[in-house]
């Protein structure tokens, strides 16, 4: 697939800045595969379009604070992305400004201090952390949310950028589909049909931007995943046997079309790329937020709607002052 397919005209003030309150009063889009109908709904309707023979899959990730605000040794101002665990205290990460950093640099912050071992490509580094005590707990204190550059209002709450269902802590970004369930909308999804939980850590490709023209030559930065035994088998029987299930986000799906595979561990590492041409094997139907031009993730909801399909969805979606990206509004494709 070519990358410039993958573009398309937002006016920048539909990027939204901030979550709506209730998190389920946000809007959904419904776009039905097999009429190519597109409707108007709020996401509070989404138990009504789901049957007691679905099952849901949701990812329980949980976001790690891990935007550390630094200061050189010149006194200049630093940024560490935290992105993976390495051991031995040594993390990936993304780093500004890269340029001005050399291996051994020490970016000091409020109980914390960053060790640059090695600079990488593409604004990339292994660090390694220094504090008092714990490491996690050095990096909860003084880490913050990181949320996407396009969001320039920090958020009063970090809360709201954590699904209510979230448990492991071990993301970069939030999967944000399940961003728009209330616990009361979570537990009124329960009591309509089966809701099964798989673990996908959000890592590098969230944040790289495209820089290919063939989206085949794209080189997917691999992200760790767990799925239980018994969650595997039910999904797998589930897909034999007709039962539709129905992905919150497109990192369920990178683990549902993972696992697919039956020489796929049950917890490993997927690199898996679907655009356009791919075959979803276990994904029924989709929860997803509106996303960025020229990313992995439009080109997955492509593969799996069509493209025609999501580029009329996408239009409508501008025409009707839909809100797009991590705090915005939502879709699910039937």
Not at 74 to 79: K, R
Not at 222 to 231: D, G, H, L, R
Request: with cysteine.
């Amino acid at each position: 697939m070519r990358v410039e397919d993958l573009d398309y005209e937002l006016p920048e003030e539909l990027i939204a800045q901030t979550p709506v309150e209730p998190r389920d009063a946000s809007r959904l889009m419904i776009v039905d595969r097999s009429t190519g109908s597109i409707t108007d709904a709020v996401f509070a309707d989404l138990p009504s379009l789901l049957g007691p023979t679905d099952i849901v899959v949701v990812n329980t990730t949980r976001v790690r604070p891990a935007r550390l605000r630094l200061r050189r040794a010149t006194g200049g101002a630093a940024e560490v992305l935290l992105l993976e665990p390495r051991g031995d205290d040594q993390w990936t990460a993304l780093v500004r400004p890269a340029r001005k950093l050399r291996a051994g640099d020490h970016l000091t912050g409020v109980g914390i201090v960053v060790e640059v071992m090695e600079l990488l490509e593409a604004g990339r580094a292994d660090v390694r952390l220094h504090a008092e005590g714990s490491i996690d707990a050095a990096i909860e204190r003084a880490g913050v949310m990181p949320l996407p550059p396009y969001i320039r209002t920090a958020t009063a709450d970090p809360e709201r950028y954590q699904t209510v269902y979230s448990e492991l802590v071990g993301s970069a970004a939030a999967p944000t589909a399940g961003l728009h369930f209330t616990p009361t909308l979570f537990e009124q999804m329960r009591a309509t049909c089966r809701v099964v939980a798989v673990d996908l850590h959000v890592g590098l490709d969230t944040f790289r931007p495209l820089v290919v023209d063939d989206l085949d030559a794209h080189e997917m930065h691999s992200e760790a995943y767990t799925v239980a035994p018994i969650v595997r088998r039910e999904l797998a029987e589930a897909v034999t046997g007709g039962t539709r299930i129905v992905a919150i986000g497109t990192t369920t799906v990178r683990v549902l079309e993972t696992i697919a595979d039956p020489k796929a561990p049950d917890s490993g590492r997927t690199s898996i790329l679907l655009q356009p041409g791919s075959q979803f094997r276990s994904t029924g139907a989709l929860v997803t937020n509106f996303h960025l031009p020229q990313s992995t993730l439009l080109a997955l909801v492509m593969g799996f709607a069509g493209e025609e399909l999501i580029r009329e969805a996408y239009a409508l979606a501008v025409q009707r002052r839909y809100r797009f990206f991590s705090f915005g509004d939502c879709m699910v494709i039937l």
